[in-house]
């Protein structure tokens, strides 16, 4: 049967528990809010844990002489290649600190440095050493240990292996809950007058990512499905400098964080020549857009006789000093026979952020009543055309925050919707593509390196193998989700013809300001494509 069988309710349902969906059910929580959290994994399964470098921050008293809110504005503003929202950074950056306080406060662990201040350390397209981290490079671990903790002290329930199907709304188009299947693929309703997404990126849709397995962009296609646009979504991404395991990589690839390199190691190709000597004032430590496109540039022309990877050389660290910053990476290195004390590590690039999402405001709030949305699977202005190192924690901190806050205010003002008045249906039908040649193509087309042909052959590709399913399973769900943010991500990627940030387009190779200095916002149409949307201008933080 595809008919709902049970049902629950809540003031606010929070998809995901990672940084975002946590910390923001932390909030409502504590505002007085009914909060159910539905994760489609168990708890701990999200992209948080795999997080290394740290949170970006100008804490007062603990940061370098000189550095500010000012100048980590000026950074993120140079990464995103113009197209950030310059109030919404702004607006995050500063709340940065009151977040970070926050998050201590609920029992985060950061590593203290030698002069009693916090340590901190500097990755790619920052200006200063601004970036604090916990256990040495397994920051995300720590932030997801303290606020799952926070958040089982103090009860707030966490409906575990239940995916999020589709939203339920009203006759007037408001969200009022969501349709989901529960651990034993049993349909059901959670009647809410809001939703927050807080559901993560979307690096399955490529063969190899840093992302974990659950990260196949199901809020992004929910949020579609429900009327909301989205933005920016051709700005995929890819970390430089993931562990290269043999050709063929699939699935979650060890991520050797950007902060090794801030500790000075430096990325080289089989024959010992600096892959970025030249290429950039910041050479290696340049924004992660312009050293995943080197590296691309640098395999293909088989430097050394080396087409699939490159190597970064962090020897000039002792045994002790790498293990001990960076037990994760060290740990990883040796599982693959490697001793990065020793011999340089294999490192490619691997699909690893969303920079675009669903459009929203730095207070989460989306174009439909009653959906919100934060974390990765937003797009706040934050990042524009290429994430700022180690923002994305911050990003999750500070509007998880304010989204919850959002959702008591539109609560208490009856902006939101009652949820008896939901017009619920049996399970929908969507296209799904068969996931390993979806992968495939998008890997091959649809990468670093684009241009109009091979994004057309995607776009066929799409549609010649995608069926209309029922989604009434899991894996259909996700499927079903890949191929949808798919065809969005080619048909932003195929309109955009120049490059800029993590947008690279080999038949257009120059950045455009004259056409293309705004964001290409995507909508379904009546039949359930993606299209263009019409023009827009930046975003505002309001």
Known sequence: MSAPRWEA????????????????????HSLGLRVLVVTKGSAEDGNTRWAQG??????????????????HVADTLVAGAGLCDEAAVRA?????????????????VFDPGADGRLARTREGGHSAFRVVH???????????????????????????NHVAVQAVRTPAGAVAGLLVLDAAGVPGVLGAPAVLLASGGLGQLYQATSNPEVATGDGLALAMRAGAPVADVEFLQFHPTVLYTGQGARGRCPLVTEAVRGEGAVLVDATGARVMRGLHPLEDLAPRDVVAAAITRHMAL???????????DATHLDGVTFAKRFPTVYAACRAAGVDPTREPIPVAPAAHFACGGVMSTVDGRTAVAGLYAAG????????????????????????????AEAVALDLAAGRLADPRLAVVGDLPVAPVAERDSLQRVMSRYAAIGREAEGLAVVGSVLDVSAVDCLLDTR??????????????????????????????????????????????????NPSGQPVLARPTALRGAA
């Open 54 to 71: 740290g949170v970006a921050v100008v804490l007062p008293g603990e940061h370098d002489e000189g550095d500010s809110v000012e100048r």
């Open 9 to 28: 309710g809540a003031d606010l349902v929070v998809v995901g528990t990672g940084v975002a969906g946590l910390t923001a059910a932390l909030r409502a």
């Open 376 to 403: 990765e699977v937003a797009s706040t202005g934050l990042h524009g055309a290429n994430r700022l190192a180690s923002n994305s924690l911050l990003e999750g901190l500070v509007v998880g925050t304010r989204a």
């Open 475 to 524: 894996e259909r769900v996700e499927d079903a989700a890949l191929t949808l943010v798919g065809r969005a991500l080619i048909a932003s990627a195929a309109a955009r013809t120049e490059s800029r940030g993590c947008h690279v387009r080999t038949d257009f190779p120059a950045r455009d300001d004259g056409a293309w200095w705004r964001s290409l916002v995507v909508r379904l």
């Open 92 to 108: 995050i950056i500063a709340d940065g600190p009151a977040a970070v306080t926050r998050l201590r406060a609920l029992g985060a």
């Open 302 to 312: 088989e430097r050394g006789g080396v087409d699939d990877h490159v190597f970064l």
């Open 134 to 160: 916990a256990g040495g490079d397994a920051t995300g671990a720590e932030v997801e240990r303290a606020l799952l903790a926070a958040a089982r002290d103090g009860r707030v329930p966490v409906l575990e």
